[in-house]
């Protein structure tokens, strides 16, 4: 009887388990200096809730931390905050254009850390379908335990803010 009520409960467990981290989100772990000082800022590893949900909703701003698939390795996950949404015009760090306006589809994203940082001022802007989630918890560790919030640096707002200001 009880190996019954384990097997039904492992049976059922397992696809809301799935269902769960494929639609709400899950945990993950972000190393590097990129994104310092908003994660990782004493070089210590910290661990994100990843939001699955606003970006299937496509619920994301200007300033929101993201994780997305890197345009220049599909196998690597990275984690940038959004500088620039479709149709901003925004000042580049190094791009081949100084300034820039980003095309339908696509978002700017840069890493806090400015100068020690992979992102679109090294690839460009960036498909809006290689996101995966949206950074909304710092969940380890303890210590550093707060909701992430969308902040944007007054040296790297747009020049110019689109009416549009999602992907609707």
């Known amino acids: 009887m009880a190996f019954r009520r384990f097997l039904k409960s492992v049976l059922l467990g397992i696809p809301v388990g799935i269902t769960f981290l494929d639609c709400v989100g899950?945990?993950?772990?972000?190393?590097?200096?990129s994104m310092q000082p908003a994660l990782n800022p004493n070089s210590d590893t910290d661990y994100v809730f990843l939001s699955r949900w606003d970006?299937?909703?496509r619920n994301i701003k200007r300033g929101d931390i993201v994780s997305l698939i890197s345009?220049?390795?599909?196998t690597q996950k990275i984690i940038k905050r959004v500088v620039g949404?479709?149709?901003d015009v925004?000042?580049?760090l190094g791009y081949k254009q100084d300034i820039l306006r980003i095309p339908e589809g696509h978002c700017w994203v840069e890493g806090d850390h400015t100068g020690h940082s992979l992102d679109s001022n090294t690839f460009g802007p960036v498909a809006v379908g290689l996101m995966t989630a949206r950074a909304s918890l710092i969940v380890w560790?303890?210590?550093?335990?707060?909701?992430?919030t969308?902040?944007?640096p007054k040296r790297r707002q747009p020049l110019h803010i689109a009416k549009q200001t999602n992907y609707h």
Do not use: H
């Not at 899950?26 to 200096?33: E, K, L, P, T």
């Not at 560790?141 to 909701?147: I, N």
């Open 26 to 33: 899950y945990v993950a772990r972000v190393d590097g200096i």
């Open 55 to 57: 970006v299937r909703s």
């Open 71 to 74: 345009p220049k390795d599909p």
């Open 85 to 87: 949404l479709q149709g």
């Open 90 to 92: 925004v000042s580049t």
């Open 141 to 148: 560790p303890p210590e550093r335990w707060r909701v992430l």
């Open 150 to 152: 969308s902040e944007l």
